[in-house]
């Protein structure tokens, strides 16, 4: 089945202890991003990957580290949480081309991240 | 950056209604699509529309780029349409990508 699968759904954590929160895809994608969802601020775009070694910046990327060392994966990292990095998380995925036009983004399932 | 509006806000429906949901956007964009997230927090893709018109069943939408618009439309809404609806465009300079507030439906049985 294509999907985008996140880990964990559910996590909570001290502040300042750093995690990981994985993303994969399993439909030879080649772009991926992160999102933060927030009551009243709807979601924002933290970082994106055009491709394998290709990343940059959305608009809220202060806080977080991700990399793209494989088409497959793109891994969210918190070096450093805090309280104010508490939200919902998306992973999302889309080819390129002419196959955007037909799926768009699937997105997974998201991860609920508490730190307290 | 560009700035993404849709309207309503929220939206009550009696089954069997139907509706139109807006998006305006502020600038050019490279693409613009229409989400539903379920009352679970799922998202799902419905269109993927920068311009012209698309349906899908019950539900259509239009993108008229030269105006800074999309409608999604939903006919003979069922009490699985609830849930919010979001619109969200790319950025021209990239691939950055910027989502509206959103728009709250419920249908009532």
């Known amino acids: 089945e294509a999907q985008v699968t996140q880990n964990p759904r559910y996590l909570i954590t001290v502040t300042g202890k750093k995690l990981t929160v994985t993303c994969s895809q399993n439909m030879n994608h080649e772009y991926m991003s992160w999102y933060r969802q927030d009551p009243g601020l709807g979601l924002r775009q933290i970082y994106y990957?055009?491709?394998?070694?290709?990343?940059d910046k959305g608009d809220v990327p202060e806080g977080y580290k991700v990399s793209r060392k494989e088409k497959r994966n793109f891994p969210l990292i918190l070096e450093s949480p805090s309280p104010n990095q508490t939200s919902l998380y998306f992973c999302?995925?889309?080819?390129f081309g002419t196959g955007r036009s037909d799926y768009g983004y699937t997105f997974g399932s998201g991860t609920r991240l508490t730190v307290v | 950056g560009i700035q993404v509006e849709q309207s309503p806000p929220d939206l009550i429906l009696q089954e069997g209604a139907n509706s139109t949901l807006r998006c305006n956007f502020s600038d050019s964009v490279n693409n613009l699509q229409w989400f539903h997230q379920n009352p679970w927090g799922q998202l799902i893709n419905l269109f993927y529309i920068p311009s012209g018109t698309k349906q899908n069943g019950r539900l259509s939408a239009t993108t008229v780029a030269t105006e800074r618009y999309s409608l999604l439309y939903i006919s003979s809404s069922q009490t699985t349409d609830s849930g919010v609806y979001f619109c969200a465009v790319e950025d021209t300079g990239g691939f950055k990508t910027i989502f509206g507030a959103g728009t709250r439906l419920f249908v009532k049985a």
């Open positions: 990957s055009m491709n394998v070694e290709v990343t």
């Open positions: 999302a995925s889309s080819p």
